[in-house]
Structure formats: C-alpha cells, structure tokens
C-alpha cells in the first residue's frame, strides 16, 4: 500500500515538473500580421458605410449641382481653345478635386475622432501592428472610399456628356495616386491637429487654395503669362490634375510622365513622413 502511494506521489511531482518546464508561451506574429490588419480595414471600412448617404451620394450630388450651374449660365460658350468642350474639362477636375478631398478627411477625421473622442487609436498603436500596417490600413480604406466618390460622380457626369477615358490605365493611375497622396496627407495634419478646428482649418486654408490655384476648373493658357503661371506649376496638384486629365481626356498642360514623376516623388515622402510619425507616436500618445 505504502508503495503505491509513493508511486502516485512520484507520478504528481513529475506532472508538476513537467508543467513547470512548458510555462505559456505568447503568441508569435509573422513580419506581417494579416490578421490584425484585415481587422483594421474592416473596422475603417465599416465606419465609412455607417456615413454612405453623406460620402458617397453627397458629392455626387454637389458635382452635378455645380456641372448645372454651368450648363445654364454659359453652356455652348465655353469652349477651350483647343478645340475640348469645357464640361469636359470641367468633369475631370470635379472628379479627381472630390477624390482628394475625400481622401483627406477618410484618414483625417478617423485619425481626429480616435484621438479625441475615444480611446481607440490608443488601442490600434498598441495591437501587434508596425507602423507601416497601421499606414497601409489607413491608406487602403481612404483610397477605396476615395476611387467610389470618384466612380459615382463619374456616372453622375455622364449626364453632361463625359464618356470613357482615352487612356483608363493612366486614368486609374493618377487617380489612385492622387487619393494615396491626400491620404496620407490627412493623416498626417490629423496628428498635428490638437483639435477639430485645427484639422478644419488646415483644409480650409490650405487644401483648397491648393486645389484651386491648380488649374482644376481652368487651363493653363487662361493664367496670366508670369508669376502666377510659375506658382501654378510649382503645385504638386497640378500635376495629378493633369494627369489625369491626361488619361480621360488625352490633353494635359505638363508632360504625363513628368506628371507620373512628380507624383511618386510627392506620394514617397509623405508615406515616409507619415510612417516615421506613427513609429514615434507624436502627438498621438497619453
């Protein structure tokens, strides 16, 4: 009998060493955490649709709105000196001037409402993400909401006569960079923002002047020979509006791959920036 306890004694010691020697292990992640940014997608992509009314149909509107004005006050009167019917002309700026905006305040305001509403971007910094998956996921969101805007009012212009682009390759190019770019630059003032009046106020000061002294709504040829032609094409927006006016159209007033150059160049710095700001946390933790 005494042996038999012994032996069950033994047999729990071993047990207990055998626990001891295999402590819980914690969870290994990949170079890349599909997992966590599928999820992080999901959740930004979710929040859109909640606001489809507003993000999708809105513009859509507001462009044919605009396109109508137009239409009404001069129609047939304004015609460019190439020949191209200025709806035309004007379409595309529509199109790609809502897909940047857009595209700003996608990343923008999600960014602002983390972090001053909520404890949810302290969450996200803290899940097993790098930052440049946190970026990518950010990105991602803005540039598919963006490229819908973009669609929508597209068939919206086909009302006033816009058809298929000339070149669709080059025309998906530009636009998908452009909303890359905007992208991150919302991101990037929402960290820099310290509140909601600080994020309105960089686009109200500084994006649309931008995109309106870009030759968005108007030709090169229509600027004053001078300063202000050189102030036109020293903006980065010049050239992705040109671009892809390029695509749709085949005009543009700059070359369309330096137009292409300027727009890497442009897109590569600030996804540096923004993934060197989301690394350090500025701004963005308690």
Known sequence: MASIQDSASRGMKSKGRLFDAAPPRPRLFSTVNPIGFYSLVRREVLRELRWFGMVIVGPAVQAVLFASVFTLAAADR???PSGLDFLAFLATGLILSSVMQRAVETTGYSIMFDKLESDGLQDILGAPLSSLEILTAY????VLTSLSIGIAIWLAMVLFGLGLPVNPLGTLFFATIAA???SAIGLIAAIFSRK???FSGFETFLILPAVFLSGTFFPLSAVPEG???????L???FYLINGFRWGVLGVSDADPWVCAGVALAALSILLVAASRLLASGYKLKP
């Open 139 to 142: 990105l991602v969101t803005s």
């Open 196 to 198: 909601w009046d600080s």
């Open 235 to 237: 903006n980065p927006i």
């Open 180 to 182: 890359a770019i905007f």
């Open 78 to 80: 304004l015609v460019l």
């Open 227 to 233: 300063a202000w032609q050189t102030v036109f094409q």
